[in-house]
């Protein structure tokens, strides 16, 4: 977290504004020498006393210029010089009223804090989230380079970065953005506010405490008497002051924290992390609801910096490489990437014993997933160590931001959001995850957070493992496929191995009825593309020998109105998808024809066309693809 983030701390009210300020004592406010005190729990217990304001009631004109300073404090972002822009982004942009669905329609989504040299432009999102977006083609360039180190690093330059985390770095956010019409919004905002019904309106409920952070904003910017008013119309409609403000001043702290756990992940500074998260609880307090969850992280990572004993290893049938492993684990600089091939359901112990890492050195995970099934003793060793290390590659989490402030969380909504939340994970947690997509089915998997211990999870991956131990990687494959599990097949399929693509094909041409499987079949042809011909003429040879028959399975685009359609249609797709015709000339194909085509005939090419142009992009970038598909 930088300093010149603007969540990098609260800052400074200028006390030549404070001075201008003439506020009505009827409103929120706590009096003149509010502002003043120097704590900032009375920062938010000042900003609270604003539900004493009636509600209900024909709105008043009032000034909240006192409020919105005192979210300032607290870390609002500072957007008085600011552009507000329509930012196009794809999901990364979305913002939460757009993702809603609810009113109101705005023409803009954020603000452009600052661009750096590069093009790079530093964005506030839904008032409190900051990214960074580049221009398309700066993000293209910025991927090339990457991909290109990564090559190098395969091919054995020396690098000596531990490949756990090597792939591992944020992708490039690339959009384009102009500016939007600020005036515009803020009548939008008032005129939604003003016809929504008081007190009854969830989806005004629903974004408070957003709307109200775009209303301190634009109060900061000078637009005062329209900022007055829509807050007054805020706590009208929602009817709750204190949740309205509640919304606000958790969305301030979710925020907060995220960066603070971004700085983490990126710094690998323990104590700074530590620190950032006393500061938190000390400034919001009881009203922040993810405060008791936070605290547990506080405590976790307290007992990580204390000194004390060597964690030990135990169990049965360990070896010096296990322990060799667990010391790398336990290191305060390792990172464990949850993008890793051994958090992808139980597959990571098909790989070849051995085989190197895509890039850099081996990492504890790329030596877990080399051993195989001889790795499992040491993961069921592993299942009670609490030790914490640092995580990379999480998704971007989410919270819910309406609440009132009295209504803490409950000791299995903290368990819940503690399962997800972004934070350090033990190592025992990283074993946890490892053996769950290994043994447990996908039902057991599906309720593993509330129904599986840490012991019957050791129970489970020692039977597994007493029964498996000596299979071979075509045993253990057979195995994976006759299971049915999803996230196995569906990883599988997309494999450049050898030995994975005629397992699958086995798997697919095998059965009482092909038509069972077409879906999957119909994918691992579009991923295979060319490759895939010999396959597919055995798998219509299958198909044929069926009697006519609706078919089981959907097949997206390639559905027809009779069933004798359905499978002629899938037959044609299959071959499409293997013919030497290129991306290119499918598209020049299309362009040229003289009348525009049939739906059907659209729907016809489709399939072939993205298969021919993802297989392009894969061929282009490969090994690497499969960080792209």
């Known amino acids: 977290m930088g300093p010149h983030s603007p969540l990098a701390a609260p800052r400074a009210v200028n006390p030549h504004t404070l001075a201008a300020v003439r506020p009505n004592p009827a409103t929120f406010l706590v009096g003149p020498g509010g502002f003043r005190r120097a704590a900032t729990r009375l920062t938010v217990a000042a900003l609270l006393a604003m539900a004493t304001a009636p509600t209900g009631q024909a709105v008043p004109a009032r000034d909240y210029a006192v409020g919105v300073a005192k979210l300032s404090q607290l870390g609002l972002p500072d957007v008085r010089q600011a552009t507000y822009v329509q930012l196009e982004a794809g999901y990364a942009a979305a913002g939460e ?5 609810n009113e109101p329609k705005l023409s803009g989504n954020a603000w452009l804090l600052t661009t750096k040299p590069d093009g790079t432009a530093v964005m506030l999102l839904d008032q409190v989230r900051v990214i960074e977006v580049v221009p398309p083609a700066l993000a293209e360039a910025r991927m090339k380079a990457r991909l290109e180190a990564m090559s190098r690093a395969a091919a054995g330059n020396g690098a000596t970065v531990e490949s756990d985390a090597a792939e591992d770095g944020p992708d490039p956010v690339a959009g384009k953005w102009k500016e939007a019409d600020l005036a515009a919004d803020i009548r939008a905002v008032t005129e939604y506010l003003e016809k929504s019904d008081a007190g009854s309106d969830y989806a005004v409920k629903r974004s408070a405490g957003l709307l109200f952070l ?45 960066e603070a756990y971004r700085a983490f992940a990126t710094s690998g500074n323990w104590t700074q992390y530590l620190a950032a998260m006393e500061a938190q609880t000390a400034r919001f307090g009881t009203v922040w609801r993810q405060a008791p969850v936070v605290a547990r992280v506080r405590e976790a990572v307290r007992a990580q910096l204390a000194p004390g004993t060597p964690a030990t290893l135990a169990g049965d049938g360990l ?53 195989g099934t001889a ?16 995580t990379s590659g999480e998704s971007s989490q989410s919270f819910p931001h309406f609440s009132s402030d009295d209504d803490p969380m409950e000791d299995e909504e903290i368990e819940r959001t503690w399962a997800n939340f972004p934070r350090p994970q033990a190592i025992g947690e990283v074993a946890r995850r490892i053996l769950a997509g290994l043994v447990l089915s996908e039902e057991e998997a599906r309720g593993e957070e509330g129904g599986i211990t840490p012991e019957v999870l050791a129970q489970k991956s020692q039977a597994w493992y007493s029964q498996h131990k000596s299979d071979d990687r075509a045993a253990l494959r057979r195995l994976f496929l006759a299971s049915g599990r999803q996230e196995v097949i569906w990883r599988m399929l997309r494999s450049s191995e050898a030995a994975d693509q005629e397992a699958m094909e086995a798997y697919l041409l095998v059965g009482k009825d092909p038509l069972e499987r077409l879906s999957v079949a119909v994918e691992y042809v579009r991923f295979r593309g060319v490759g895939a011909r010999a396959f597919v003429e055995r798998y219509v040879a299958e198909l044929n020998k069926l009697p006519v028959a609706t078919p089981a399975a959907s097949t997206g685009p390639v559905q027809r109105s009779s069933p004798e359609g359905k499978l002629a249609a899938v037959i044609k797709t ?48 490969a090994p690497h693809c499969y960080r792209l598909v």
């Open 375 to 390: 790795a499992i003793p040491l993961l069921i060793a592993l299942l009670g160590d609490g030790r914490l290390v640092r």
């Open 97 to 101: 009223l757009a993702m809603y669905g």
């Open 214 to 258: 775009f209303t301190a904003q634009v109060h900061s910017r000078g637009q005062s008497a329209e900022a007055n008013r829509m807050m007054a119309l805020l706590f009208e409609k929602v009817g709750d002051s204190r949740a309205v403000l509640g919304a606000a001043i958790n969305r301030i702290a979710d925020a907060q924290y995220q």
């Open 574 to 621: 299959l071959r499409e998808l293997v013919s030497e015709t290129t991306g290119e000339q499918l598209l020049q194909e299309l362009l040229a024809v003289e009348q525009p085509w049939s739906e059907e005939k659209l729907q016809q090419i489709a399939p072939s066309l993205v298969a021919r142009l993802a297989g392009r992009t894969r061929r282009r970038c």
């Open 319 to 371: 070896t010096e490489e296990d322990r060799r492993i667990a010391g790398l684990l336990g290191r305060s600089d390792a990172v464990v990437s949850l993008r890793h091939p051994v958090f992808g359901g139980g597959t990571w112990v098909l790989q070849e014993p051995g085989a190197s890492p895509k890039s850099g050195q081996p990492g504890p995970l790329d030596l877990i997933q080399q051993r």
